[in-house]
């Protein structure tokens, strides 16, 4: 899932400062020895001997500046069992930095293929201020084609060979290297089992941000236990079945070696291969199958464990502050957001959840029976769930950009979370004081990228020791406190100053990867969260399904691990041919796929094996006789020749080497056996002269081709000479005439030819192998069939083309198949669909192809005629679908082409509704046309109405369309374009008149002020010494809002996003004086709703910017 691009190498130097660990470095191709007049002198710090090995070495290198070696090595120290050594580049590599690399010493004498992993850092050492020591980190793992990495630009070279700047003192320079060496983690080689005792789970194209949910899940015992109580059967299926497809997985995590698949659950949730390929918001996954498990564990042994689990409340209330008036509401949560935006860590996000809101002045609260009163407004906890799901809001949409951005701010987050702090402070005063309410951190989900993407991954503690486990896709790895904490609290990095002394700010890196969830377990419920689950809890049915499954697995594994011991023989027969010909297979003779495969060690002698053949046919070995099959230049696959005497005595494997070079082809033969009265007899001899034939017959009135069997002649007899035997084979009179055709090819075209009765075999090229359709000769009647020859009734087999249609609004209700021919063109298909819909004009159908990857229909259909046959309609890059989509338009498509369709709301004058038209013109219409149009449409509140269009896109208004605009042009996908009656007050608007925007917002309570525009924007002439006051009659009486809702109304100033709230005595018109375009659209005035009810984080998909589905489980 995780893509990196390098950068390019224009940018490198730069890309190497901020970001060492994505270097791309180019190392010395041939190390160079140290020149001996120079010495350099090393010390070496060893550290106690732990896991993993670490080792700092300090070198010394004096008479630096006289250095004219163009390599420098340092002397080799050992860590962890493997000899270094420092590579540096005096005067740079090719660049004018200095290059400094780590380098394998010994990478000349060790074995092929080897390789070793470590975590190092490198250093030039300040002898004047340490504190601007230049250190850089990388790591890497080292082989031959690699054995050495590090820095190409580690520091200019006019820094370092400055006497000032402190990194040259004495022409003496310290270099310093810290290296760690941990196991090597090769890709391929890497056992997560063996390693750390887990499994991982298999990504299925985007599904990392799943995987790292479902491992949390599952290493929270409790619930795991939970979903193995659910209730399932036997004749459950998996992909049809949440709780079971979610048994199946976790016991496989629990009892599997290797990673596992998560197809069978994503088919549970009714997810087709596109949402695999989308990413999703793990917080919307997270709630969507907590509620879908929730609502599948009702009225079960298991019913309530969600709630128990992840359940906790909180109290919304809003408390008068001059009168006894309270008024609060509890609500429940499964998981709870949190600002990482302005928060330095989880208890300021808790501070700030709880932060107080006075309301008072413009801003005061209608308490019933009291009126208007200054309140305080807030969210206390009653209780708090064992399992704390907390999400941190690294995604936010910013209204100024209008797009969605991730927050990379340092958060930190604590390994033990206190939440009775400060007396209980969070606390409402309904909370039960009597519960701890401490936790300690369990698993931190983690996101590395960007908005538009990334990679997602789980450090986990499972029993909540002090050992901590990455779980990232397929692979699980130990980790240590650091990484899993500290190393995810995003931020920035900062690098040392280069230039001390000079008070240039440092050089940072804002760190992409973060946490972005946390599971938090309550210190007085672990015991019971971290419960043992073992077999006794998984249902026997499921016990026994799963192990079988397992078998089937080992069984295959050991199968395919023993494969090149054995030789895989498919033998082929007439009864074969007979069954496939005209049925499974046209071309050719057999599929051998289809035919008696036999699994025979290599070194097994021919013969013996002809006795297991015996065996299995039941045909004597001496009656046997086998043929070997050969793959021509033509791409068919004929029996070529006989195996000789001699060849029956080698070993089966001997034989199969002889026959195809490749390791792991198949022995393929046709076993021929003669028969008389039904029983075999010995095969006839055969000579140089004799050639065998197979033999296709084809009965044009049905139409249909069968075999009937195979012939031995000799190359010099001619077909007229056979046509006897073929009577009989095919049941016909002696003297029937027959017409004769070679079965040549039938790829990338059919090629069947007309045989020459009188003409020998010889003369013909007739060989082993051949074949030969054959049927009655061509009279008047047999000509009005629809293929009355062989060669066109193949030709129509080797195009036909079985196509799925499927409604366009309606893709997965039902299909209807019709047969087509590849060749058939764009008008053909078409008629065919019309008369199987019984459609009187074809021309009235459009059709749109399928998306193969995404399987969803193509976002373009297919213009009239735009392809020239049923194969282009099908394809999709390299692959071919056999799915077409329809619908049925009211006009015909040639005229539809030449017109656009506008979605346009048209909002009534006088009625409280909104009704949606699709206007359809010719694509050169204007605006002006369109209102003509929707003028006959719909019902207006006076004969002589003005009507006026606008971009209307997140209840806010972008434009008033100019009447001589051109429709092709607007894009109404993504926009809501609005049409409405212009009011009397606008058509008659005075030089001190000023129409301005009105917008409906709210503002995020307690935890964010952020602004969200909601409902319809609309218009407003405001006059010249217009206060307030007045507006506000004007604007209750044009909603017609009740005096009660209205007095809970604020007004604000809108500039830039950013509320500047108004008293009733304001002159309005004063605030907008701005005339550009830009300007007038970006002020507004703002009526503030006072929600109290709390709002989920605007999440990615309600930004119609962002083309993410939403998460959806169907089942």
């Not at 390693?195 to 789970?201: A, K, N, P, S």
């Not at 003409?759 to 009647?781: A, P, Y």
Request: glycine residues 4%; contains cysteine.
């Amino acid at each position: 899932m995780t893509m990196m691009t390098p950068p390019p190498v224009d940018q490198q130097e730069d890309e190497e400062m901020l970001v060492p660990h994505s270097d791309v470095v180019d190392g010395p191709a041939q190390p160079m020895e140290v020149s001996e007049a120079e010495t350099a002198v090393s010390t070496v710090e060893n550290q106690p001997a732990e896991e993993p090995p670490t080792l700092k070495f300090t070198w010394t290198i004096p008479n630096f500046s006289r250095q004219n070696t163009r390599k420098l090595y340092s002397d080799v120290f050992v860590v962890g069992g493997y000899k270094w050594r420092i590579l540096i580049f005096p005067k740079g590599n090719n660049v004018d930095h200095l290059s400094m690399y780590l380098d394998v010493a010994d990478a000349a004498n060790l074995p092929y293929g080897w390789s070793r992993y470590a975590q190092f850092s490198l250093a030039v050492v300040n002898q004047i201020h340490t504190r601007y020591t230049i250190r850089k980190e990388t790591q890497h793992q080292f082989n031959a084609r690699e054995s050495d990495w590090g820095f190409t630009s580690f520091m200019p070279l006019s820094e370092l060979y400055d006497p000032g700047r402190g990194y040259l003192a004495n022409d003496t320079v310290y270099v310093e290297a810290e290296v760690i060496v941990r196991k090597v983690l090769d890709y391929w080689s890497y056992d997560s089992k063996k390693e750390t005792g887990f499994v991982g789970l298999k990504n299925q194209g985007a599904t990392c941000y799943m995987n790292s949910l479902l491992q949390t899940l599952y290493h929270i015992p409790y619930f795991r236990k939970a979903v193995y109580h659910m209730p399932t059967t036997e004749n459950d299926a998996p992909t049809a079945s949440i709780p079971l497809a979610l048994q199946s997985l976790f016991y496989k995590l629990q009892y599997n070696d290797t990673s596992v698949a998560t197809k069978e659950l994503t088919k549970s949730f009714g997810w087709d291969t596109y949402d695999s390929f989308m990413q999703h918001d793990v917080q919307e996954l997270n709630r969507v199958l907590c509620e879908k498990l929730e609502d599948k564990m009702k009225g079960t042994v298991v019913e309530g464990t969600i709630q128990q689990l992840f359940e906790g409340h909180h109290m919304n209330y809003i408390e008068c502050i001059n009168v006894d008036y309270k008024s609060t509401r509890k609500e429940s949560f499964y998981d709870l957001q949190l600002d990482v935006k302005g928060c330095k860590d989880v208890y300021a996000s808790f501070d700030k959840y709880v932060e107080v809101e006075r309301l008072e002045g413009d801003n005061k609260y209608h308490a019933e029976g009291h009126g208007l009163q200054d309140a305080k407004k807030g969210v206390l906890f009653i209780d708090f769930p064992p399992v704390l799901q907390l999400q941190l809001k690294r995604f936010e949409y910013d209204f100024m950009r209008d797009t969605m951005v991730k927050i990379n701010d340092r958060y930190e987050f604590p390994l033990q979370l206190d939440l009775d702090r400060e007396d209980g402070k969070y606390l409402s005063p309904d909370a039960d004081r009597s519960v701890r309410n401490l936790y300690t951190l369990h698993s931190v989900l983690v996101h590395s990228g960007g908005v538009h993407g990334g990679h997602y991954y789980a450090f986990i503690r499972p029993t909540l020791s002090d050992q901590w486990y990455k779980f990232d896709d397929e692979r699980v790895t130990k980790e240590d406190l650091k990484r899993a904490l500290d190393e995810q609290y995003g931020g920035e990095e900062e690098l040392p100053q280069t230039n001390p002394g000079f008070n240039n700010p440092p050089f940072k890196f804002t760190k992409y990867s973060n946490a972005y969830m946390l599971v938090y377990i309550r210190e007085s419920d672990k015991d019971k969260i971290i419960c043992n689950v073992d077999e006794k809890d998984i249902a026997e049915h499921l016990r026994v399904r799963l192990k079988k499954e397992q078998e089937e697995k080992e069984d295959k594994r050991k199968y395919k691990a023993q494969a090149h011991l054995f030789t895989i023989i498919k033998v082929a027969r007439d009864q074969d041919l007979r069954e496939q010909i005209g049925k499974d297979i046209y071309f050719d003779l057999v599929d051998h796929d289809k035919v008696r495969s036999f699994r025979i060690q290599k070194q097994t002698p021919f013969q013996q094996f002809k006795e297991e053949v015996a065996k299995e046919f039941g045909i004597p070995v001496q009656l046997q006789r086998f043929w070997i099959w050969a793959k021509r230049q033509n791409h068919t696959y004929r029996p070529n020749r006989p195996l000789t005497p001699q060849e029956e005595l080698q070993p089966v494997g001997q034989i199969r080497e002889a026959s195809n070079k490749a390791n792991t082809a198949e022995l393929k033969l046709f076993l021929e056996v003669e028969l008389l009265d039904e029983r075999p007899i010995p095969p006839p001899e055969k000579s140089k002269e004799d050639i065998l034939l197979f033999f296709k017959l084809y009965d044009p009135e049905k139409p249909e081709l069968r075999y009937v069997g195979r012939l031995m002649v000799k190359s010099s007899s001619k077909p007229m000479d056979i046509t006897g035997k073929l009577n009989e084979m095919a049941g016909f009179a002696p003297d029937e005439d027959l017409e004769l055709f070679e079965e040549i090819k039938f790829e990338p075209g059919v090629m069947c030819e007309h045989l020459d009765k009188k003409t020998s075999f010889r003369l013909c090229q007739i060989e082993d192998g051949d074949i030969i359709c054959f049927q009655k000769h061509l009279v008047k009647k047999e000509t009005e069939c629809r293929y009355p020859a062989v060669p066109l009734f193949l030709e129509y087999v080797q195009n036909r083309q079985l196509v799925r249609f499927r409604a366009l609004e309606k893709p997965k209700e039902d299909e209807f198949v019709l047969e087509l021919s590849k060749l058939h063109t764009y008008d053909d298909v078409v008629e065919r669909v019309a008369q199987k819909l019984g459609l009187d004009d074809p021309s009235k159908l459009r059709l749109t192809s399928h998306n193969c990857y995404s399987q969803q229909p193509k976002p373009q259909p297919i213009k009239y005629r735009g392809v020239d046959r049923l194969s282009d309609m099908l394809v999709h890059y390299n692959q071919t679908s056999d799915i077409l989509y329809y619908e049925v338009l009211d006009i015909p498509l040639p005229e539809l082409q030449g017109l656009k369709t506008l979605k346009v709301a048209f909002h009534h004058a006088t009625k409280e509704e909104v009704v949606i038209h699709n206007i359809r013109l010719p694509k050169q219409s204007t605006v002006g046309d369109v209102i003509d149009e929707l003028k006959t449409k719909v019902e207006l509140s006076h004969p002589d109405a003005e009507l006026r269009l606008l971009e209307v896109f997140y209840h806010k208004i972008y434009k008033i369309f100019p009447l001589t605009e051109r429709i092709e042009n607007i894009n109404d996908q993504y926009w809501t374009v609005r049409a409405e009656e212009i009011p009397e007050e606008e058509k008659n608007i005075g030089p001190n008149d000023r129409l301005i925007l009105v917008y409906h917002f709210a503002k995020e309570t307690g935890q964010n002020q952020q602004v969200q525009n909601f409902g319809e924007p609309f218009f407003l002439v405001i006059h010249e010494g217009e206060t307030l006051e007045e507006i506000k009659n004007r604007i209750q009486k044009k909603l017609h809002v009740s005096d009660e809702d209205f007095a809970k109304w604020k007004f604000a100033f809108m500039s830039m996003g950013r509320p500047e709230y108004l008293q009733d005595s304001d002159v309005v018109f004063n605030r907008f004086q701005r005339r550009d375009v830009y300007g007038a659209f970006e002020q507004y005035l703002g009526l503030e709703h006072t929600d109290t009810t709390p709002k989920r984080a605007y999440s990615a998909n309600q930004n119609r910017h962002t083309y993410e589905k939403p998460v959806k489980i169907y089942n």
